[in-house]
């Protein structure tokens, strides 16, 4: 009879000796049942999709609205806010905890998060930062006037709100359930979430931060943020437990220590705001004197917000967004006015050196995004090549080049599917995900540093949310021709010199480049829009018609769509990883998309025309210079209204900044330390087309960054609530500033 294993002894009397390879994998099983039990409870709580969640989702995302739309106009910078986000709704629902007739869970605060994104990033998705200024504003006579009321502009907004987000949910299995994209925002916004309602008792249902970096490791990454230092994790585990001295919990502790940083930051930066109204000269400080100050535009805006918006970036962005302004404003603008090729005031959009070197810039941001864009797409590919490559030169080595033309497929040498496993087997027992998959193990004997590059960490699918709660395809394919076809309608209604042929074309152009949007989103964390938006203004240029009457106004139109496609995708995919780790229901996540989008079409309509109505724009306080790289990208790659020299400076510095894109991501790929210094295009381009006042003080955002983490070793987390409360505070108050001017009340 044979020995019962679980003894661990052998009918001698002998210990046995277990295999380490089993015990490993039995740990493996034990961890993918422990997850899928995880998702299938937390994704039914009926706190996923709740009417007062829903509320406190649009009330925090039309705070997001207004500040986006305000930084927006002022440099092209928006930000979801996720993280601040979740942590207001946090606030909010404890502070009235006394009233709630069910308590508040961490996949409400999931669904807050993923309403107040959506709502709150619209100013991007329909335009109102860039493309709309650019043709309401900037296009030349004959090139087409474009004026729209208040209600062509919600109709406008709402065609756009819902492709992208449709779209995106048949990629959510590919990227976030099998590949395990990390997504680090989204990570980081899961783990701010755990952090403030962590208990430390599973057995109820609840969530532990230690929990969720184990899932994280599995998925073959760390949580984006630092680890939490000792005393939060201490606080989250003993979230339940009075303290003698005082009364409060620890996880009380902690999360109101979050909230009364985020709030003194908010007043700083609101109080500065509201000062900067009446003392206008303190968003340009001569900190290098008045002659550059006032002849080259050198100075310094000593915003909060922008130094919460270079904490926020980091060290690496800001370094080369300060590399940019050198190269622009400390070296090609001096260059272009005394060569004579930009004769106007230094500050003229149109013949001063400051509308010269938006296209040098504009070169570098569409050979940085064509670089990116053709790896990210090629990368499956060379997966691909890599792993089946070895095989077919091994046949052909052995039996020729006929052997690739007979009609049996060959055996791969790559994978074998796993057999049942036995009691009596030492091998590697099949890692199963609850018998639902055949799952296949790697039994390469060797790999190369291209394979183990190209290859997951982990070739099992995360376990899922119950199929109820999961979109189903006929859901998907109905909402996705019912969304397309509404945008091709509101387009037409809107700017019927569009011709539909190619609105179509845009619209499936949208399509495939907002799936390089999303993989480089969950790859790096940056969302390529405006290079995707470039990509499709230079594809548009090549098509017969690009010559045709409003050819401008057609190129912007064109790259709108694709622009909006991919934030909206982008969006909700991050939303989708954060419910993913904290296994909300991701229908619940749809439905809430849609919602913050449809209200967000509206309210940043709304808050645009408003800010336009009052303020000048272009002006001293919105100069919106990316509805400028808007319109210089249309007439560039049309050829039209080019200043001197220019194609062969912007020529050039393609040239060179290709070489660099090139090597920085083959760098990053194959985890080079020193890659990522290699200046980044789209970086280096934001900081040639903005004034130097903004690039500077992003610069000492990211210097306060790399102190804080770097130096001091400092709580990630903490400092990107404090960034947070920087960037919201001069946002919110902006509203009252707002207010005084189309009051108008004076100035000091």
Known sequence: MAPDRGSGQEPDGNPTERSPLRDRSNDVQAELDEAQHFQDTHSTEPQNFTFRGVAVGLLVGTLI?????????????????????????????????????????????????????????????????????????????????????????????????????????????????????????????????????????????????????????RRGGRPFVATPPANVQEN???????????????????????????????????????????????????????????????????SPAYIGQG????????????????????????????????PGPVDDWLHGSKGWIVWPSLAIMLVDSIVSLIWLAGRPLMKLALLYGEEFYARIRRNGFKSILSSHAPKSQSYEAVRPYSEDDDEIPPLSNSDQHNILKPIRTRSSTLYRQFSTTSTIPDPDAPPDQLIGPRTVAVGLLLSLCFCL?????????????????????????????????????????SGISKITQLLFSLLPSAHAPHAVLTNLLAGALSEAGAQQAGDIMQDLKTGHLLGASPKAQFWGQLIGSTVGAVVSACVYRLYTHVYEVPGSLFQVPTAYVWVFTARLVLGQGLPPMV??????????????????????????????????????????????????????????????????????????????????????????????????????
């Not at 959510?172 to 680090?184: A, W």
């Not at 619209?507 to 829009?529: H, K, M, W, Y």
């Open 311 to 342: 904490i926020i970036m980091g060290p690496v962005t800001t370094a080369h967004m300060l590399l940019g302004a050198i190269l622009g404003w400390g070296v090609l603008s001096p260059l272009a006015k005394h060569r004579g090729w930009a």
């Open 647 to 748: 194609k062969e400076w912007a020529l050039g510095a393609g040239v060179v900044w290709a070489v660099l894109s090139v090597i920085r991501v083959v760098g990053r790929a194959r985890a080079w330390h020193w890659a990522q210094w290699v200046p980044g295009g789209i970086a280096v381009a934001v900081g040639m087309y903005n004034i130097p006042s903004f690039t500077v003080a992003r610069f000492i955002g990211g210097a306060v960054n790399w102190w804080w983490l770097r130096w001091r070793r400092g709580d990630e987390t903490r400092l990107i609530v404090l960034a947070s409360g920087l960037v919201l505070g001069e946002g919110v108050v902006s509203i009252v500033n707002l207010a005084l001017a189309a009051a108008s009340t004076p100035h000091l």
């Open 65 to 217: 609205c207004f500040s986006n739309m305000y930084f927006g106009l002022q440099t092209g910078w928006i930000s979801g806010m996720a993280m601040p986000s979740s942590l207001i709704g946090f606030a909010i629902f404890k502070i009235f905890s006394k009233y709630l007739a069910y308590p508040f869970t961490p996949v409400e605060n999931v669904l807050i998060q993923t309403v107040a994104g959506a709502l709150g990033t619209m100013p991007l998705a329909g335009g109102f930062v860039g493309v709309f200024p650019a043709m309401e504003y900037l296009l030349k006579k004959g090139e087409g006037e474009v004026r729209l009321g208040l209600g062509m502009l919600v109709v406008w907004a709402l065609g756009l709100s819902f492709f992208g987000v449709v779209f995106a949910v048949p990629l959510r299995k590919e990227v976030i359930v099998r590949e395990k994209l990390r997504f680090p925002s989204g990570t980081a916004t899961a783990l701010m979430i755990e952090v403030l309602h962590g208990t430390g008792h599973e057995k109820e249902g609840d969530i532990d931060n230690e929990g969720l970096r184990r899932r994280e490791d």
């Open 236 to 302: 989250v585990v003993e979230g339940n437990e009075e303290l003698e001295d005082g009364g409060i919990t620890d996880e009380q502790y902690s999360w109101k220590e979050k909230v009364r940083l985020l709030v003194i930051s908010f007043a700083l930066s609101g109080i500065y705001t509201l000062v900067t109204y009446f003392i206008p000269q303190l968003r340009n400080v001569p900190f290098l004197g008045t002659t550059l100050a006032n002849t080259w535009l050198w100075t310094l805006n000593p």
């Open 489 to 529: 309608i509101t387009t037409h209604f809107t700017f019927p010199l569009l011709p539909p042929n190619l609105a179509i074309l845009a619209l499936f152009l949208a399509l495939i480049l907002s799936i390089v949007g999303v993989r480089a989103l969950g790859e790096t964390d940056l969302n390529p829009v």
